[in-house]
T-cell receptor, first 112, second 113 residues
């Protein structure tokens, strides 16, 4: 258990509304990631962070923003949700010495 | 660049059958390689890993050998069980810095009694 908590675990929202997903870790890891999982695509990186206030884009970053104001929290925001953002979102932290990722339990988002 | 190509699936096997899920990769440098497993309704969990060429990762009866000459990391198990039904992901990590972990598309395994 790498001490990763995602919230909310499930959310249903309407097109055009803002949504924020939270990832919280308790073990002071430097690197944090947000992925989305969709059938036929595996996991695709949205954004990642390599320290407080240090973030960068992944391969599917359009329509998403992130913030990391403190080590333990990494927020993913959909400014104006669209149906194409219906997905399961996973947060992960990276164990720097091995490259291994530890994942949260996922947040299922449905945009109607 | 870095990428992972994984056997598509789905794969359906009878209990006690032999399992192979193929995984090949392209990478710059010398990545670490991983197999992750996702059980229904859960997040991904590390199944096994190998950090250098010729290493064999093993866990729960699953094995995979890091083959640099064939750029492969195939997952095998000699006798699958119903409880092994899950989605399996091959992944590589360039290891240095904050680089992304690159995932294959996943292979769904169903084991029938």
């Amino acid at each position: 258990d790498a001490g990763i908590t995602q919230s909310p675990r499930h959310k249903v929202t309407e097109t055009g509304t803002p949504v924020t997903l939270r990832c919280h870790q308790t073990e002071n890891h430097r690197y944090m990631y947000w992925y989305r999982q969709d059938p036929g695509h595996g996991l695709r990186l949205i954004h990642y962070s390599y320290g407080v206030k240090d973030t960068d884009k992944g391969e599917v970053s359009d329509g998403y923003s992130v913030s990391r104001s403190k080590t333990e929290d990494f927020l993913l925001t959909l400014e104006s949700a669209t149906s194409s953002q219906t997905s399961v979102y996973f947060c992960a932290i990276k164990e720097a010495s091995t490259g291994e990722l530890f994942f949260g339990e996922g947040s299922r988002l449905t945009v109607l | 660049g870095n990428s992972v190509t994984q056997m598509e699936g789905p794969v359906t096997l009878s209990e006690e059958a032999f399992l192979t899920i193929n995984c090949t990769y392209t990478a710059t440098g010398y990545p670490s390689l991983f197999w992750y497993v996702q059980y229904p309704g859960e997040g991904l969990q590390l199944l096994l890993k190998a950090t250098k060429a010729d290493d064999k990762g093993s866990n729960k009866g699953f094995e995979a050998t890091y083959r640099k000459e064939t750029t492969s990391f195939h997952l095998e198990k000699g006798s699958v069980q119903v409880s092994d039904s899950a989605v399996y992901f091959c992944a590589l990590s360039p290891r240095d810095g904050a680089n992304n972990l690159f995932f294959g598309t996943g292979t769904r395994l169903t084991v029938i009694p």
